[in-house]
């Protein structure tokens, strides 16, 4: 067999890739098939336990490909069974995934919604204020393998299916576009995940010419915009990415996804006491919501060391939501998962990487 250079890590390849690879080496497509099955279908961790593969080909797949490592480094579970999982990748560095169980108020006590929040990169370059995971820069983009290789491993440490999947982890997933959108391509395809693309949501903190990028692209994948505020002016003290992209660009863009997807798209909105959370930035909210007909998700801000900013009272949470409420927006309030185990993006992975470092 001819011999290719370069070992390729096997879950950031699609079918096709790995097909025209063994092609290369004088091997029938069914096999690449028969690959996939394993990985995806029987979840195979390594090439030599495929044992209905010829011993040969097993070599030869040794040699041409490597399994992305996903080292599970720490769980921590919070008194509502939402999970947060911390990874260490091939290279060391640490990402986080976060699991969060159906809310019986949202979808009925019978519901087996599980929904992960999935990193897209190592850090964060752009810096929103309140957010742990840009405290320490960025480092590097995960490859697609990383992105997927975190649903197969939560799959595994759970024992359940994950039926929905968010990314909103730590890193901007639009920052990293072809690597996000081979992955979601991966998580969609039936010799894949398998995961429906309407069950896979991007959440972007405003990078207008991806989003009309994403608009552009066939899958039916949902988009959340990580907005947090509804001025400008209050926009940019949080999130520096509103200095390039300010709401009319962003506006702009969310109007171009909705025409051409058809799609209603979601505000996520993190209340921050005396930043965001008054009674005029609610109405504020409600024009930009009316604009695009889209709803709105609120979550209290969770505690980050550190960092100065508040979660606010139930009370303010509250009246947040009244204003919102008499306006008719179709608008949500998450107020427990996670908050009693830190799981805002990239706080755990900074309590970990200190000593990770040390050893």
């Not at 079918?15 to 080496?25: I, W």
Request: proline residues 6%; positive net charge.
């Amino acid at each position: 067999m001819e011999q290719l250079p370069q070992r390729l890590p096997i879950h950031s390849l699609s079918l096709p890739e790995v097909e025209a690879r063994l092609a290369a080496c004088g091997q029938p497509a069914y096999r690449a098939k028969q690959v996939f099955q394993w990985i995806y279908g029987k979840r195979a961790k390594s090439f030599s336990s495929m044992s209905d593969l010829p011993a040969g080909l097993r070599t030869e797949l040794e040699s041409q490909f490597l399994f992305d490592s996903l080292e599970p480094v720490r769980t921590l579970g919070s008194e509502d069974t939402t999970r947060k999982y911390l990874f260490r990748l091939n290279d060391g560095s640490l990402i986080e995934s976060v699991l969060i169980p159906a809310s019986p108020a949202l979808y009925g006590e019978a519901s087996d919604r599980r929904t992960l929040c999935i990193s897209t990169q190592v850090g964060c370059a752009y810096g929103c204020k309140f957010c742990a995971s840009g405290l320490d820069g960025w480092s590097r983009n995960l490859l697609p393998g990383e992105i997927v290789g975190q649903v197969l491993r939560v799959e595994e440490l759970c024992g359940a299916r994950i039926n929905n999947i968010v990314f909103m982890g730590m890193g901007e997933p639009m920052a990293n576009y072809a690597n996000l959108m081979t992955a979601i391509g991966i998580i969609n395809a039936p010799w894949g995940v398998e995961l429906g693309a309407r069950h896979i949501t991007i959440s972007t903190s405003g990078l207008a010419p991806q989003i009309r990028q994403l608009a552009d692209q066939p899958l039916q994948v949902r988009l959340a915009i990580s907005l947090h505020g509804a001025t400008n002016a209050v926009r940019e003290q949080i999130m520096p990415v509103n200095r390039k992209y300010p709401l009319e660009a962003l506006m702009e863009a969310c109007e171009y996804y909705t025409q051409r997807k058809k799609q209603r798209i979601t505000f996520e909105y993190i209340l921050i006491e005396g930043v965001n959370d008054r009674p005029e930035d609610a109405a504020a909210l409600v024009r930009l919501v009316r604009r695009l007909n889209a709803k709105v998700n609120c979550i209290p801000y969770n505690q980050v060391e550190g960092l100065d900013w508040i979660r606010p009272s139930e009370a303010r949470q509250d009246a947040f939501m009244a204003v919102l409420q008499r306006a008719k927006v179709p608008a949500t309030i998450r107020r427990e998962k996670g908050h009693d185990i830190a799981a805002a993006c990239g706080q755990l992975r900074r309590q970990v990487a200190p000593q990770a470092a040390g050893g």
